[in-house]
């Protein structure tokens, strides 16, 4: 089945240091690849999505490219800001589960002034 | 706002209760996801409506069930709770395979 593993957290960061959430996944058909972010008390949002190899996600200065050779999705944004506090998911969904989407365990990041 | 709106946003309960929560999709989604946050067991797949149809089923208890109704809305009923069941349930709306939109959720918390 499909499954998705991203780096053990939480992060914690200075201001304007770099940032990246490693992200891999298993899958049997070609997946679509989604960041959602989450912040404290709130639902989630999609952050980014790529549908197929070598796209690449971009939002809000966060970027993701797809990597079908090493199953990848990783997280990276050059410059994090206090605001980008937030829980992390990468996330697939392929049609051979349907629509479903199929969530990481999530990556806390905590960004110090 | 992604325009999904779930109600209640918070729901406090006692073992063996019932309880009904909503959700209404954006404007013109016609699908339908549910899912389930848990500390334990991270973020599942509940089940999917499209068009009032069920479509799939992922990891949904019996005790569980939901629908989706001519207006598009959909309900996610839970019922005989148990302590295990306290968790974010979060709705979820797309217009095609690719994109779902969140709800910000609702808080169940079973005593």
């Known amino acids: 089945g499909n499954s998705v593993t991203q780096m053990e957290g939480p992060v914690t960061l200075s201001e304007e240091a770099f940032l990246t959430i490693n992200c891999t996944y298993t899958?049997?058909?070609?997946?679509?690849l989604f960041w959602y972010v989450q912040y404290p008390g709130e639902g989630l949002q999609l952050l980014l999505k790529?549908?197929?190899?070598?796209d690449k996600g971009s939002n809000k200065g966060f970027e993701a490219t797809y990597r079908k050779e090493t199953t990848s999705f990783h997280l990276e944004k050059g410059s994090v800001q206090v605001s980008d506090s937030a829980v992390y998911f990468c996330?697939?969904?392929?049609?051979?589960?349907?629509?479903?989407?199929?969530f990481g365990e999530g990556t806390q990041l905590t960004v110090n002034p | 706002d992604s325009g999904v709106t779930q109600t209640p946003k918070h729901l406090i309960t006692a073992t063996g209760q019932r309880v009904t929560l909503r959700c209404s999709p954006r404007?013109?989604?016609?699908?339908v996801y549910w899912y389930q946050q848990s500390l334990d067991q991270g973020l599942q797949f509940l089940i999917h409506?499209?068009?009032?149809?069920?479509?799939a089923k992922g990891n949904i208890l019996e005790r569980f069930s939901a629908q989706q109704f001519p207006d598009l809305h959909s309900e996610l009923n839970l019922s005989s709770l148990e302590l295990g069941d306290s968790a974010l349930y979060f709705c979820?709306?797309?217009?095609?395979?690719?994109?779902?939109?969140f709800g910000p959720g609702t808080r169940l918390t079973v005593t």
């Open positions: 979820a709306s797309s217009v095609d395979t690719y994109e779902q939109y």
């Open positions: 899958a049997t058909g070609y997946p679509s």
């Open positions: 790529a549908t197929k190899a070598d």
């Open positions: 996330a697939l969904s392929d049609r051979t589960s349907g629509s479903r989407l199929t």
């Open positions: 404007s013109g989604d016609l699908s």
């Open positions: 409506y499209y068009n009032g149809e069920e479509r």
